[in-house]
């Protein structure tokens, strides 16, 4: 797929300990922190007010409760918790994108909860329950799947700045090779996983992440790719 064909960048913001500013000049998609595991409603609603000058699209980023282990404890949460904590977050971000003029245009789960909801069927339906019809974006899994059943949009996402085990899913952090070092690397899998999802992902808290997602754009439009938003 070249040529003509489209595809999301998307980048992790809001979190506090990202160069947000400069992510937002690079990125088509921003999945704002919604205060859970980081941000706030002020830092909200300056990067939605950053996406709004740049042209990119808001999504959010719900999470576990759990900012002091930066959402990425796994967490039993019952199921109409659950289902309250996202519906929550996605209303703190909607106050904050209808104050820049955007509206929150789709849902990713960050860190435990993403993987969580690969295999969880509970913790997926309360993420979709609390989350009303907004795009899903992710991995191949639970959620995706009770998404697209509800006729949900649903979008596929690959991650050029991580390792992947055999069976496709990302290796744990504290594994070896859990990490793509070095921008030509990073670029070089974003062109491998491109033809396979809707949208790449750059960690925004990963060191050299605005390098890492210049790269990613210049390799992808140099192999004909058109940036844009995967969410309408």
Partial sequence: MTGSSGIDLNADLGEEVTDDAGLLAVVTSANVACGYHAGSPAVMRAVCAGAAEHGVAVGAQVSYADRAGFGRVPR?????VLREQVAHQVGLLGD????????????????ALYHRVL??????????????????LGMPGQLLD????????????????????????????DRP???????????????RLA??????????????????????????????WTLRAAAP
């Fill in 119 to 136: 295999d969880d069927e509970e913790q997926a339906m309360a993420v979709l329950a609390g989350s009303g019809t907004l795009p899903v």
């Fill in 76 to 80: 039993d949460v019952p199921y109409d």
């Fill in 195 to 224: 033809p396979g999802v809707d949208s790449l992902c750059v960690h925004g808290d990963s060191p050299g992440a605005v390098d890492h997602a210049r790269a990613v754009r210049a390799a992808l439009q140099d192999a004909g």
């Fill in 177 to 191: 090779g859990a990490l793509v070092e070095g921008v030509d690397a990073v670029a070089a899998q974003a062109l």
């Fill in 96 to 111: 904050a994108a209808e104050e820049a003029g955007l509206a929150v245009r789709y849902l990713k789960p960050h860190g």
């Fill in 146 to 173: 009770q998404a697209a059943g509800l006729g949900r949009l649903v979008l596929h996402e690959g991650f050029p700045d991580r390792g992947y085990d055999d069976a496709g899913r990302l290796l744990p952090r």
